[in-house]
Each structure stands twice: as structure tokens, then as C-alpha cells.
């Protein structure tokens, strides 16, 4: 088996979020999203053993800048009450300050994410750096059509898709 590594398998899991939003973003997608197996078992513990619960994991996502805080609550169905309640949590445990990621809060949000990259490893390491080059190639062709067809995807997504994948294919 070849190594790949957490970088590369962080960009093809990422090559591939279009094509995951475009079922998570229908009528019922979050349930077909969990049975179909897209969500990211590993992420989702780190979530749980940093003692995030459902909200405060999209709160904290959205205090890193990469998504607003209005898509992640919207799309998800959060009410602005259990939204208001979760930051109030967050800053309470030092993760928010100022209506952002405290340092603390950074540094924990980024050792979630470069451990889940660690852990989305494995299930790459079977096609090898230059099969996970091909599948962002693939992918990135799909998805900027998934984009554009208009399915529904919150603008900002939409955004931050478009700019992945254009910075892959630099």
C-alpha cells in the first residue's frame, strides 16, 4: 500500500463536498447524508471528545471565517435562540472571544482538523498521491458543474467550492 498524506487527503475529501452537498442540500439530505455513509465518523468524534456538541462544532466552524455563521445555522435548522445560546457556551469555555475564535479556541479548532486529516488518510492510502490527484481532477470537473447547475447551495458554499478548486487546479 502506498502513504499518502493528510494534506492530499484532506484536498480530494474536499474536491469531493460539492457532490456531497449537492444530496446534503436537498429535501431530507442530512438523514441520506448520514445513510449513505458522507459524514466523517472521525471528524465528528474529535468534535465529541473536545466536548463540542452538534451546534457549537458549526459555531466554531463559522468563527474560523470559512463559512457564515447564517449559512451553517439556516442550512442546518438552527434557531437564532439555540445559536445565540450555544456562543454564549462557547465563550463561557474560552473558544469565542470578540465574535471569533479566541486563541485557545483556534488552536483547538486546529487540532481537530489536522487530526482529522491524520485519520482521512487510510481510505486514500489504497489509490496512492497520484490516484488522489486524478480523483480531485475528476471531482473538481463534477462539481464546478454541480455549482453552477443551481441545486440549492448556499451562495457562500457555492463560493468557497469554486475558490478550492480553483486554487487545486494552480
Known sequence: MTTVS??????????????????YFTPHGPEAYRDLGLEDPGHVALLATEGLD?????????????????VLRLSRSWSEQDWASGVDRLRARGWLANGALSEHGAARRRAIEDRTDE?????????????CARLRALASSLAVRVIEGDLGFPSVLSERYRQAIQAESR
Open 6 to 23: 493528510p494534506r492530499s487527503a484532506r484536498l480530494t475529501f474536499r474536491a469531493l463536498e460539492p457532490i456531497h452537498g449537492m444530496i
Open 54 to 70: 452538534g451546534i457549537e462544532a458549526l459555531i466554531t466552524h463559522s468563527a474560523t471565517g470559512e463559512v457564515a455563521a447564517e
Open 119 to 131: 485519520l482521512a488518510v487510510y481510505p486514500y492510502e489504497a489509490i496512492g498521491e497520484d490516484g
